[in-house]
């Protein structure tokens, strides 16, 4: 069974550029996650979307965005690009019946970098 | 708030030793789950271990294990037997309902 696909794994913008990010769950899962990444801040919870439907939102400013398609893939969507956005975007997908173990099963993720 | 504290940034074991990375969270609820996650260098994030917060015993895979303390709110890793793969980032979460609950990460070195 293939794992979580996330492409692109690298890119670079510059600030006030926009990038959308894309993420293939694994075959079966219908929730999938995003988080952000930043070196001693840990994972930083982006978004959550089930069937389509954003089920939870961190707390994160609305140029973050994101969707999900009836396929399951989703993507995410930063507008405006600032500096500190600048990081590893991970994507992580379930099967995410609630309750549930809901063990999350990531990928590799995209790694931004904003000049 | 819910939170997760991981308090060693950094650790270090020597080849075929024991390492505890501590852990410790914040939260109201009585159910939900707790998890140790492995980060390797430039390589995607895998489950370590999992455990129930309603079960009493200790999660055990192999060379890891955990101790859980529900009153402390404490969830430490225990990995015995350390070798050169184990070096990695350990991220240590907790999900509540449908919501995971990450803290910043313990790098851990592996001395041969």
């Known amino acids: 069974k293939a794992g979580v696909t996330q492409t692109p794994r690298y890119l670079i913008k510059t600030r006030g550029q926009q990038v959308t990010l894309s993420c293939s769950p694994i075959?079966?899962?219908?929730?999938v996650s995003w988080y952000q990444q930043t070196p001693g801040q840990g994972l930083q919870f982006l978004f959550e979307?089930?069937?389509?439907?954003?089920?939870n939102k961190g707390n994160f400013p609305g140029r973050f965005s994101g969707r999900q398609f009836s396929n399951s893939r989703s993507e995410m969507n930063v507008s405006t690009l600032e500096l500190g956005d600048s990081a590893l975007y991970l994507c992580?997908?379930?099967?995410?019946?609630?309750?549930?173990?809901?063990?999350?099963?990531f990928g590799e993720g995209s790694r931004l970098t904003v000049l | 708030a819910q939170t997760v504290t991981q308090s060693q940034p950094e650790m270090s074991v020597q080849e075929a030793e024991t390492v505890t990375l501590s852990c410790t969270y914040d939260?109201?609820?009585?159910?939900?789950?707790l998890f140790w996650y492995k980060q390797p260098p430039s390589r995607q994030m895998i489950l370590v271990i999992r455990?129930?917060?309603?079960?009493?015993q200790n999660a055990t895979e192999n060379r890891f294990s955990v101790n859980f303390q529900k009153a402390a709110k404490s969830f430490s890793l225990k990995i015995s037997d350390s070798q050169l793969g184990d070096a990695a980032m350990y991220f240590c979460?907790?999900?509540?309902?449908?919501?995971?609950?990450f803290g910043t990460g313990t790098s851990l070195t592996v001395i041969p």
């Open positions: 992580a997908s379930s099967l995410g019946q609630v309750p549930g173990t809901g063990e999350l099963f």
């Open positions: 075959s079966g899962h219908r929730s």
């Open positions: 979307y089930f069937s389509e439907t954003q089920r």
């Open positions: 939260t109201s609820e009585s159910d939900y789950y």
């Open positions: 455990q129930e917060a309603y079960k009493q």
């Open positions: 979460a907790y999900r509540i309902v449908g919501q995971f609950y």
